[in-house]
């Protein structure tokens, strides 16, 4: 029987278990990238592991969150994560290398390898080909150590791009269709693989937009294969070396089809506040815009960038209208100003900002109150932006272009005339912001200032496990609700007891004193709890705050890992009906945990109601362990 490129490159880092559906496998790492915003606390949990050289073929810590540099803290971090990082044997990127996706395709991204990056947008690399997954920092710091990566053996789905895109159409308007057809929960367990002669006529940048955004489907990941346009990107690269060709086999299985017909596929967007509220532009096209900002991970590369230029060269920003401009990497802001085309958008009126997340991260250039801000981002979360009130529309760089000219929500079809803009035959190749690590046995000392605080310790589970409900909130509730990121709070995230004051205070901002004064409790939510981003410290300050179990209609995949790698319980009602008796400051109690743990169904009391409900634990034996230890640092120490 054929199998799927996901299969081969599964059987070829399979270490643990047996390629079955639905079953967990362990695969082994061969890449790990990190950013600031989650690194260093990955690289602390590295370092209380007591590994002296990571075991990867090769592991990157990149600086692109938290470029903004108002007191010590941001650089502190920096510092710390540099220093850490060439101890240990791991690849610097200095802030202002670029955003650590973009970065990770160019420079390091290799066909059939296996990528673990504690960033939520990492299957950004499945774009060149790599089985490239979102963990939390944690399950990062254990790839690195060389331990294995455990997930689901996922399902596969057959994503069919037939026919060519048209001018005015992009990769963007891809995956926008992928997200309107599949939701953002369409995605778990999930790995959507690219097939059919569409494929062929994409570049590994587009391909990256779509396999970026894939994240947005909750999906395990999404791959393209290794083809003749990735081996042109990779000589182009100067990494002709690390090309392979690699494909599913003609007759291999998938479990679910899902087809596009680039043809026939018009410019799209997603509306406030979520990537799957996807409609065509042409049916909401005269909006008035106040901002448009192109970058992120998703569509700053080379070629995006040049098909902006080719738009605005010679026109002039609307006079209503912010343009912002975050290239993805020194690579591509270098070859934008050596062949004119930094000078087209600045002559048009463009901000450029520099090569980071930016706005992405609401690092900056929040839109103004009840504005209108159209993105080339992958998120539209509400308040993600900086501004609660502003709608926030995802589009591609060229309609963003075309309105930010017009001052309108213009549909790019028909209205722009676009030269073909080619791959170049040689990127700039200058590596000079990637630090090598120290070469083994080499003294290197970590620096460690004093916003690097420890993570919170915890302790193993009880046989009794009580407290309140100490905050009962509704569906989707993302990572950027339960531990917001934004200019104020990104500087902290070395510092959980400071965070967790704000750790779901976009719900219930009384929510994190209440926690403390009753020592901590349960929290109570509806279903896809959790969705967004691999953040750890979504799980981190629960710890702090002492919770003991989050009680749900449904987990997003990442953040029910993280919860189970830091010893809190995942409890997902069996009657989702059950969540709707439960109420603020209800006395929850759990008898018999340990025994709970082990059979993967609870009893949940609720003393206040006189209730119980029946709770499943869908947790692997693996992570059964972890639990009872207390969290998966416990358990390695443990084990040592
Ligand atoms: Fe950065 Fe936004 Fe991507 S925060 S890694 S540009 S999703």
């Known amino acids: ?88 044997g791991v690849y610097y990127s200095k802030p202002g290398n670029g955003i650590c996706h973009q970065v990770q395709i160019e420079r390091f991204g290799v066909p059939g390898d296996t990528l673990l990056g504690s960033d939520s947008h990492t299957p950004t690399g499945g774009g060149i080909g790599m089985l490239a997954i979102g ?32 001018t005015g159409v992009s990769s963007k308007d891809v995956i926008l269709e992928v997200l309107r057809q599949c939701t953002v929960k369409g995605g778990v367990n999930k790995v959507f693989e690219y097939t059919g002669d569409g ?21 395990t990941t999404s791959v393209f294969p290794s083809d003749e346009m990735t081996r042109v990107f990779l000589e182009a690269q100067g990494r002709g070396g690390d090309y392979i060709e690699l ?43 106040n901002q448009v900002a192109i970058g992120s991970c998703t569509n700053s590369s080379w070629l995006d960038l040049m098909k902006v230029a080719a738009i605005v060269k010679g026109k002039t920003v609307a006079e209503n209208v912010s343009l912002v401009i975050a290239p993805g990497s020194k690579q591509v802001l270098t070859m934008l100003a050596e062949n004119g085309a930094l000078a087209d958008l600045l002559n048009a009126g463009a901000r450029v900002l520099e090569c980071g997340c930016g706005p992405c991260i609401g690092m900056g250039q929040a839109p103004s109150t009840d504005a209108v801000s159209l993105r080339t981002f992958n998120r539209n979360f509400f308040g993600r932006s900086g501004t609660p009130s502003a709608d926030v529309y995802l589009l591609s760089p060229e309609a963003a272009a075309i309105s930010a000219l017009e001052g309108v929500l213009t549909n790019p079809l028909g209205k ?52 309140k409900a100490l905050i009962v909130v509704e569906d989707n ?105 439960i109420e603020l400051n209800d006395e929850l109690v759990i008898e018999n945990a ?21 709770m499943m634990l869908e947790v692997s034996e693996r992570q059964k362990e972890m639990l009872l230890a207390g969290g998966l640092i416990n358990l390695i120490k443990l084990k040592k």
Do not use: W
Not at 199 to 219: D, F, Q, S, Y
Not at 276 to 287: A, F, M, P, R, T
Not at 572 to 578: I, L, M, N, P, T
């Open 477 to 581: 509730i993302t990572t950027d609700h339960i531990m917001p990121s934004n200019a104020k709070l990104l500087p902290y995230r070395s510092n959980i007891p400071y965070l967790s004051n704000y750790c779901l205070a976009p719900c219930d901002a009384e929510f994190p004193q209440r926690a403390l004064d009753n020592g901590g409790g349960f929290i109570v939510g509806g279903s896809n709890y959790g969705q967004g981003s691999s953040r750890e410290h979504a799980a981190l300050a629960p710890v702090y705050l002492g919770i003991k179990g989050v009680a749900v209609k449904s987990f997003a995949r990442i953040h029910k890992n993280n919860l189970i790698n830091n010893g809190i319980l995942p409890l997902v009602f069996a009657s989702e009906a059950d969540y709707d008796t």
């Open 1 to 88: 029987m054929g199998k799927t490129l996901t299969e081969k490159i599964i059987a070829a880092h399979l270490v643990v278990g047996e390629m079955i559906k639905g079953e967990e496998i362990g695969i082994r790492i061969d890449q790990t990238l990190t950013q600031d915003s989650t690194g260093t606390m990955a690289y602390l949990q590295f370092e209380a592991m007591e590994v002296p050289r990571v075991k990867t073929k090769k592991s990157l810590a990149y600086i692109d969150h938290n470029m903004l540099q108002e007191g010590p803290e941001n650089m502190d971090d920096h510092r710390y994560i540099q220093s850490v990082a060439k101890k240990h």
């Open 594 to 614: 340990l025994e709970a743990v082990k059979s993967g169904k609870a009893n949940l009391i609720n003393k206040t109601k006189g209730l119980t409900y029946v």
């Open 416 to 467: 722009i005339d676009l030269p073909k803009i080619a791959m170049p035959e040689h990127f700039l190749l200058n590596d000079t912001m990637v630090m090598a690590p120290a070469p083994e046995g080499v003294e290197v000392e970590v620096i460690k200032g004093p916003n690097i605080k420890p993570f919170p310790a915890t302790q193993p589970l009880k046989n009794t496990v009580a407290g």
């Open 135 to 166: 963990a939390g920092g944690l399950d990062v710091a254990v790839a690195m150590a060389g331990d294995p990566y455990y997930i689901t053996m996922p399902k596969v789905v057959k994503v069919e791009l037939t026919g060519k895109l048209r």
């Open 199 to 219: 494929v062929k006529t994409l570049t590994v940048p587009e391909r990256a937009t779509i396999t970026n955004m894939g994240a947005e489907l909750g999906a």
């Open 247 to 289: 494909s599913a086999d003609a007759d291999a299985i998938y479990d679910e089809v899902v087809t596009v017909d680039m043809d026939a596929l018009e410019p799209l967007t997603a509306c406030p506040h979520s990537p799957d509220k996807v409609v065509k532009i042409s049916e909401i096209e005269g909006l008035a815009v």
